[in-house]
């Protein structure tokens, strides 16, 4: 079946703008997290849902930082006023149970210049 | 504040060798660990699992290893193929304790290079 997709898979962006990432996750997964990978380093946690929920968002580095999963399907991680620090890797993984194992989309590469 | 350290940035091998990948964490609230692959423009894949109540687990070529004493644990690839050539993450998460939904916290990775 269909992997985890996001799009877009790359995004170029001025400093200031806002962006909205998207996550589709593996249907019927409940969970659904947001993980950053800054160049060199490994991915880091943003923000977990549980259905429509967000359950953690203890990863979100600032409040320009919000995510979103309306519907318990599609998530939407949305980035205001952008910073050139907010340059990374954007990644999405979904898992059929909180503590099964974790699918990784592609990711989205935000370049913020 | 690096919860999990893989301390090799990259590791080379010849085919057909073992390969040995490390890595090391501090909170002692982890009992889940993992090992991902990952390839240039893909995201990570996962490969092996072990639970603290283990010490080694086996899937085909891929081997984990725990010692919880040291807090440490390693991946071992026998026979290695360059078709392994990826950047390995270690990654750790609290199923019993902590956060109960499997957060994980990742290493920095290490690239492995397998040559023919």
């Known amino acids: 079946g269909a992997g985890v997709s996001q799009t877009p898979s790359n995004k170029v962006t001025e400093k200031g703008k806002y962006v909205e990432l998207r996550c589709d996750p593996i249907?019927?997964?409940?969970?659904l997290y947001w993980y950053r990978q800054s160049l060199g380093q490994g991915p880091e946690f943003l923000i977990y849902?549980?259905?429509?929920?967000?359950?953690?968002d203890s990863g979100l580095p600032n409040d320009r930082f919000f995510a979103v999963r309306p519907e318990g399907s599609v998530s939407t991680l949305k980035i205001q006023r952008t910073e050139r620090g907010d340059s990374a890797m954007y990644l999405c993984a979904s898992s059929g149970r909180p503590v099964d194992t974790q699918y990784f989309g592609p990711g989205t590469r935000l370049t913020v210049l | 504040d690096q919860q999990v350290k893989q301390n090799s940035p990259s590791l080379s091998v010849q085919e057909g060798r073992i390969s040995i990948l490390n890595c090391d964490y501090t909170?002692?609230?982890?009992?889940?660990f993992l090992w991902y692959k990952k390839y240039p423009a893909e995201g990570p894949t996962f490969l092996i699992s072990i639970s603290s109540i283990k010490d080694k687990n086996e899937d085909g070529r891929f081997t984990v290893f725990l010692n919880k004493s040291a807090k440490h644990l390693s991946l071992h690839i026998v026979p290695s193929q360059p078709g392994d050539s990826a950047v390995y993450f270690c990654a750790a998460s609290s199923l019993a304790g902590g956060t109960s939904y499997g957060k994980l916290t990742f290493g920095q990775g290490t690239i492995l290079t397998v040559h023919p």
């Open positions: 249907s019927g997964h409940t969970a």
């Open positions: 909170n002692s609230m982890f009992d889940y």
């Open positions: 849902f549980q259905g429509t929920g967000a359950a953690d």
